[in-house]
């Protein structure tokens, strides 16, 4: 029994053994399946990650803007332009001619309105209440935005301060107020509607468009700033504001006292007759600064493209896309710089003061006008067919003779003619500070015939612009001293800082202090002998030259007229110019009408520029001939006392003395002794506005093989 005992419990022990064994085998089976399903597992893992890498890499490559907006768009991100205000443009007395004023753009924001927990009502209500808008356009607007996740859409732009503040306080004040908001923005403004269009130019939202506006446009435009940055849902609010760098402020040369008179003037005569072209320059002679640049037609800045003034509404209706930009480039074209014409007789000036200068002309010469000279075979006639007899070289100005002019142009040559039309600088930009200026039109030296000089040297086949004929004039009056012609005085920031400082520029010396003191006495006598009698002014010394040349074709019936003067003759203080293009009076054909809108418009400015008249003793003569003057007793001779009796004496010490009445001083030539006082014998007075017989000028004929030609003053 013990023995089967003992044989059961050695198989027991077997088994368990047997068992064990067994048991580790299956494990060990076990842990290596497992461990091959791991090492499996772990593949596919890092498979997955090397794949999931691969796409994400992909992803920044190709769609990362696609994905970035996917993710700012669960964030509430403020990213704003803070507008920068385009600079000021004042006149020389500070007055503003130009500024950007702040407006507000009315936003609603249909997604915000749609959110549950919007109170609807109180958002209409604000609007409704405080910016007068429409009840029922707000839900249709609303309505039609629905799910079509709008945020921002505009219904009403340039409102002002005033009609938004009572807005601004609501919305501040509460919160729940926020389907709708204020978007600012600036307009251009021109507080004087038209004055001083041409020049000032316009601009829009962006950028300067024409005139000064467009010039400066760099120093006018500011820099926007920004305020941007973002939250998360549960996150601090991270802002950073750059802000924005305002536009500099551009004081000009221009005086809008002086403006307003020219354009009044302007404006008057074309009401009264009308003209195609209108234009007016005034200049401070000795720098070049400009104090007027005015024309017609001219535009509203606050509108500029509007045509209503010039046409119809049925005109306007016909016209195509082509016609109707043609037609505000006319409006917009600024003549002083970008229109060019034939000058006519005012252009004698130059020629005879190139012959002084060169030494061939002395002012004692005299020429005879028999009515016409024959070049190269071509009759040209002058003013006056029938000629004008023997003149002296200041009565060829005066009486504007164009036999003689010629005469003296084949004696000058055609080097030093032209040498001295690149002098003033025909044919070339003056470098004036505004776009789109002309170069004019001068026939080169090389190929320049006889006939070429000839009618140049009055004025007729070359082509100029206002702004070069009044520089070059200008610095015949001044001493000889050709300043580039300028509009803009200075350019400050907005904290008042001086940027720029536009100072005079001398370009050159056109002719020596001589001979421009003695176009000075010519053109001083051009006023009181000759064709430029309307500009006689009681009191005042008046110098100029008038002009009429006949346009293309020579139809005798379109004519550019003008006249070009200063004051006083001894001591230029201002220069003008007045142009008028094909003007609809009855001498249209005569310099009468630019003279009589010359003279309207310095008696209005004399008081203002502070032009003082000349005493009683003045010579007449300032220096363009020779003065005879004769001997007085001492009775004849009347001391000038003060208030107490004591005797006035001049700079020089010596005692003034006042001419007796009824005794005045004739005016002779040295050469031949004629009494030059005669060509206006018998005269009115200037004071009364009546001019001398001898003021109308007549146009020149030019005769090509029996046939009109040309045609000036």
């Known amino acids: 029994m013990n023995d089967t005992r003992t044989q059961l419990s050695n198989d027991d022990g077997s088994e368990k053994k047997q068992f064990a064994f067994v048991k580790k085998i299956k494990t060990r089976k076990l842990r290596r399946k497992m461990k091959i399903k791991l090492i499996i597992v772990v593949g596919f893992v890092v498979v997955a990650l090397f794949l999931l890498a691969g796409v994400m890499i992909n992803i920044s490559k190709t ?19 803070i507008l920068a205000k385009r600079g000021d443009i004042t006149d020389r007395t500070g007055t503003i001619l130009a500024y950007s004023e702040k407006v507000y753009n009315l936003i609603l924001d249909p997604n915000s309105y749609w959110l549950d927990d919007t109170d609807r009502e109180l958002n209409l209500n604000v609007l409704v209440q405080y910016l007068g808008c429409d009840r029922q356009e707000l839900i249709d607007i609303f309505e039609s935005q629905r799910g079509n996740n709008c945020a921002y859409k505009r219904i009403k732009r340039y409102m002002t301060y005033d009609e938004v503040q009572e807005y601004k306080a ?85 005086d809008s006292n002086v403006q307003r ?32 640049m005015a024309q017609y037609p001219t535009f509203d800045l606050n509108n500029p493209n509007d045509l209503s003034a010039y046409y119809t509404e049925e005109e306007l209706a016909q016209m195509d896309n082509e016609q109707t930009v043609d037609a505000l480039y006319d409006v ?19 020629t005879i003061a190139s012959a002084i200068e060169e030494g061939i002309l002395d002012g004692t010469e005299t020429y005879y006008c028999d009515g016409s000279e024959v070049v190269m075979g071509t009759k040209i006639s002058c003013a006056h067919p029938e000629g004008h007899g023997e003149l002296t070289v200041s009565q ?65 086949n070359l082509n100029v612009t206002m702004v070069q ?61 000759g064709t430029g009698g309307y500009l006689k002014i ?70 203002y520029l502070e032009i003082y008249p000349v005493d009683e003793s003045y010579e007449i003569n300032v220096g363009g001939l020779p003065t005879q003057t004769e001997p007085q007793t001492e009775t004849q001779v009347e001391y000038v006392t003060d208030g107490n009796g ?25 050469e031949s002794g004629e009494d030059v006082t005669g060509a206006s014998e018998g005269q009115p007075e200037p004071s009364g506005g009546v001019p001398p017989e001898n003021a109308a000028e007549e146009t020149t004929a030019a005769e090509t093989s029996g046939e009109g030609a040309t045609a000036t003053e």
């Open 63 to 81: 769609s990362k803007d696609k994905y970035a907006k996917k993710v700012f768009d669960n964030l509430k991100y403020k990213n704003s332009t």
């Open 170 to 254: 609501a919305k501040e004040a509460d919160n729940k107020i926020n389907s709708s908001w204020l978007e600012e923005e600036y307009v251009r403004t021109y507080p004087f509607d038209s004055m001083l269009a041409s020049v000032l130019g316009y601009a829009t939202e962006s950028t300067g468009v024409i005139g000064i506006e467009n010039y400066y446009n760099s120093y006018l435009t500011g820099t926007n700033g920004r305020e941007y940055g973002y939250v998360g849902e549960d996150l601090d609010v991270e802002t950073t504001i750059k802000p924005a760098v305002n536009g500099n402020t551009i004081e000009l040369t221009i």
């Open 261 to 292: 008179i020219v354009e009044n003037k302007i404006r008057e005569f074309n009401e009264t007759y009308g003209s195609k072209h209108t234009a007016v320059m005034i200049v401070t002679p000795d720098n070049g600064q400009i104090l007027s």
């Open 538 to 607: 009681a009191g005042y010394s008046v110098g100029g030259k008038t002009g009429a040349a006949e346009k293309q074709p020579r139809d005798k019936q379109h004519y550019v007229t003008s006249f070009i003067g200063f004051m006083p003759a001894e001591d230029p203080q201002v220069a003008f110019y007045v142009v008028l293009d094909e003007a609809q009076v009855e001498d249209f054909d005569t310099s009468r009408a630019a003279q009589e809108l010359a003279r309207d418009i310095m008696i209005d400015l004399i008081p």
């Open 469 to 529: 004929e009044m520089a070059a004039f200008c610095s015949l009056i001044n001493g000889g001293y050709y300043y580039q012609p300028h509009l803009v005085k200075e350019i400050k920031s907005t904290g008042g800082e001086v940027l720029v400082e536009n100072e005079s520029v001398l370009v050159r010396r056109t002719v020596s202090e001589e001979t421009s003191k003695t176009l000075r006495g010519y053109l001083k006598n051009v006023v009181d002998y």
């Open 396 to 460: 060829a100005l005066e009486e504007s003779c164009n036999d003689a002019l010629m005469q003296m142009a084949a004696v000058i040559g055609k080097d030093i003619f032209y040498n001295y039309v690149d002098r003033f600088n025909f044919g070339a930009k003056t470098g004036i500070d505004l776009p789109s200026e002309e170069y004019g039109l001068v026939i080169k030296k090389d190929v320049v015939t006889d006939i070429d000089l000839a009618t140049n040297s009055f004025g007729q």
């Open 646 to 670: 004591e005797t006035v004496t001049d700079a020089d010490g010596n005692p003034e003395t006042v001419a007796p009445s009824g005794t005045f001083e004739s005016e002779t030539t040295e």
């Open 332 to 350: 917009w074209n600024n003549f002083c710089v970008s229109n060019i014409y034939e000058p006519g007789s005012v252009f004698k000036a130059f």
